[in-house]
């Protein structure tokens, strides 16, 4: 990540806590799935901590290409398993995949400022809303700033469509989603056993 990135993280942190406020106080109705992309490989997510199970992720390859290649092969790596979801909004998304300052057996005091050591990607924009259980890639103020966190919709925020792109929708696993650890503080940081990504990997052809 580059320096002035820090400064990026902070202003994404701020903007993730005022739209979570907003979702939070203005309430919301259970909105409709959005359609899933026939075929596509997934992300097999098994998650440890206050939530326990598996969230698969369906990947929309040919709506985001050059962010799910990401996804994939920091999956394939390895460089997910053992990342905690660092920042949880009661109502609005879980994040995580902070692969360089997010693993649980690290200082955790700088989750959410780091990225991998891979290029940043350009904003793969959909039509696609982003509902509960959408998975979108989270950038820094910059829109062609994504790198590798990502974050997974307990509720809709049409505030997002368009401006980060959208890689994916979990397809099972949304009570496990529903069960982890929410943060606390204006931004939604989870300072106390945040949850954990045991292992991520990917399952080829939609499982």
């Known amino acids: ?6 400064v990026f993280a902070a202003l994404f942190a701020f903007g993730v806590a005022v739209l979570g406020a907003y979702w939070y106080v203005q309430g919301r109705s ?28 369906r990947l929309f390859e ?11 092969r920091l999956a394939e790596s390895g460089a997910y398993d053992g990342v905690v979801f660092h920042r949880v909004i009661d109502g609005f998304m879980a994040q995580t995949g902070d692969v360089r300052y997010g693993r649980a057996d690290g200082d955790l005091s700088r989750a959410g400022r780091g990225g991998s050591e891979l290029p940043d990607l350009p904003l793969e924009a959909s039509e696609i809303a982003f509902e509960r259980g959408i998975v979108g890639m989270a950038r820094t103020s910059r829109p062609d700033s994504a790198n590798s966190q990502f974050f997974i919709m307990f509720a809709s925020a049409p505030n997002l469509n368009g401006q980060y792109t959208v890689v994916g929708q979990v397809v099972e696993g949304l009570e496990v989603l529903d069960a982890i650890r929410r943060g606390s503080g204006p931004n939604g940081a ?18």
Request: no cysteine; charged share 25%.
């Open 190 to 207: 989870v300072e106390d056993a945040p949850d954990v990504m045991e292992r991520v990997r990917v399952i080829p052809g939609g499982g």
């Open 1 to 6: 990540m580059r320096g002035n990135d820090l």
């Open 62 to 72: 040919e709506i985001a290409p050059e962010n799910t290649a990401r996804l994939k």
């Open 30 to 57: 259970e909105p409709e799935a959005a359609p899933v992309p026939s075929g596509g490989d997934s992300l097999e997510i098994t998650v440890s901590g206050q939530a326990r199970g598996v969230i698969l992720v």
